[in-house]
């Protein structure tokens, strides 16, 4: 492929920011290099993620990077800024579609808000600790499928400038780590999210479904029932399914759409 410019479109969801990549020739070549410039802050376009947008069989594969070029396997936000994006530029011709992820397929809902069906949790037996500080609480280990810590804790005001400290050989691989504190139990939460590869977001997908799991669990609730989170970038809810899933519920925005330039371009070429 000769040297050229690539299209690019700026969304979020409550926060959780991403660059979308158009790939309908999967042509691309995506490297944690060329991710990491392109969610730079100050040097790139800046985002939590990166996610390009390419054909898999009669479905859209939502490949998701998280910014420091390591792969993830889903992104609840970034799924409901690829679906508002793939209905923005006509690549689905109806409301409820299914959207191809490496957690597998997801069924979408594009009303006011947009719905997601992220499946089902899995709870991990294991001790898993969590520190901040000289502050030190145990934690519960919830796959969507992303590896989560969650936190319940009195008081959010925490610093999270560096990671938290996670002992456990529950998550090889790393993990989100969620703080929660308890606003009506089993029904309204307020959490904060340390992700992988990113840091402190002002939201996370597949971590507000991990806490909505155990909020439930926590006040004995079975069956169908809501769960409103609220994070630093806004209000979501989480349904849980006659089925078991979870389904979330939440906001989406495209703000921007632009061209990257070289050397950036280049890095995908």
């Excluded at 100050?42 to 910014?67: E, S, T």
């Excluded at 590896?147 to 610093?159: C, G």
Aim: net charge negative.
């Amino acid at each position: 492929m000769s040297s050229r410019r690539l299209a690019f479109t700026k969304g979020h969801g409550t926060g959780n920011d991403f660059v979308l990549l158009p790939d309908p020739r999967a042509e691309l070549t995506v490297t944690p290099e060329a991710v990491r410039a392109v969610c730079d802050r100050r040097f790139g376009i800046g985002g939590d993620g990166l996610i390009r947008v390419v054909p898999d069989g009669d479905l859209w594969f939502m490949d998701y990077h998280n910014a420091d070029g390591s792969i993830g396997e889903m992104c609840g936000n970034g799924a409901r800024v690829f679906a508002m994006f793939l209905q923005r530029e006509g690549l689905v011709a109806a409301d409820e579609f299914v959207i191809a992820t490496r957690g597998g397929h997801r069924q979408v809902v594009v009303a006011d808000h947009i719905s997601v069906d992220m499946g089902f949790p899995e709870v991990a037996a294991g001790d898993v600790v969590v520190q901040v500080g000289d502050q030190q609480w145990p934690a519960e280990a919830v796959f969507m499928p992303n590896p989560h810590a969650v936190v319940f804790v009195d008081d959010l005001e925490l610093s999270l400038t560096n990671a938290p400290v996670v002992t456990s050989t529950v998550f090889p691989e790393g993990q989100n780590v969620e703080f929660v504190s308890v606003v009506a139990p089993g029904r309204h939460v307020r959490m904060r999210v340390h992700e992988r590869g990113v840091g402190e977001t002002l939201s996370c997908g597949t971590g507000i479904c991990a806490v909505a799991d155990r909020v439930l669990a926590a006040a004995g609730i079975e069956g169908s029932a809501d769960v409103q989170v609220e994070v630093p970038g806004g209000s979501l809810t989480v349904t849980r399914s006659p089925a078991g899933s979870l389904v979330l519920t939440g906001p989406a925005a495209l703000v921007a759409d632009g061209t990257l330039s070289e050397p950036l371009s280049e890095m995908f070429l």
